[in-house]
């Protein structure tokens, strides 16, 4: 009978032993599952952070307001004026000495006529951050000496680009055609 108790003990203290192997298992398990939930997680946080900086830079958060307004003279145009303001949805943006405006048409071509581009705020307060809301006009004065003392003629029937880059987020290109008769005051729609 000694000897029947004897196994009979070792039988529950092998099942305690399994279970708590199991249970070791079990806890092991779930904290390697939630390690590779917790890292899948973050990864697809990044993922979204890395598409929307992308869709950022990608989309511009400019808009054209309007249309443009060339000004000079029967002979040849001073003045290309416009307005601009944030696209929909998008965040507020700098636009300060740090944003680059360049002038193009197919005689000249300048890097950077920020010192040339008078910025007047129509709507809006008065820090350099164009804001939800807010409107700003540009005239960007040809031939004038931020144009690095160069003469800019523009002809009838001639392309010229303006390009506002801001610090963050895509080029806003302005492309137009002079008219065939030159006016003090053409719009170009």
């Known amino acids: 009978m000694f000897a029947k108790n004897r196994y009979q003990k070792r039988k529950g203290l092998t099942g305690l032993e399994t279970a708590i192997i199991l249970i070791a298992f079990v806890i092991t398990a779930a904290a390697f599952a939630f390690g590779v939930l917790n890292l899948g997680l973050t990864s697809t946080q990044k993922s979204t952070d890395v598409i929307r900086a992308g869709l950022g830079e990608a989309s511009s958060a400019l808009e054209l307001d309007g249309g443009v307004v060339v000004k000079g003279t029967t002979s040849q145009p001073n003045n290309i004026t416009f307005t601009i303001k944030l696209a929909a949805g998008r965040e507020p943006i700098v636009i300060d000495s740090k944003a680059v405006i360049s002038y193009i048409d197919p005689n000249k071509s300048f890097n950077n006529v920020y010192s040339s581009t008078v910025i007047t705020k129509v709507i809006g307060d008065t820090d350099d951050i164009l804001e939800a ?57």
């Open 133 to 189: 809301g807010e409107k700003w006009v540009f005239t960007v004065k040809l031939n004038d000496s931020g144009m690095y003392g160069a003469t800019v003629s523009l002809s009838p029937l001639q392309k010229f680009r303006v390009e506002i880059k801001p610090v963050t987020g895509a080029v806003l290109t302005i492309e137009r055609t002079i008219p065939a008769a030159l006016e003090p005051v053409m719009y170009l729609g």
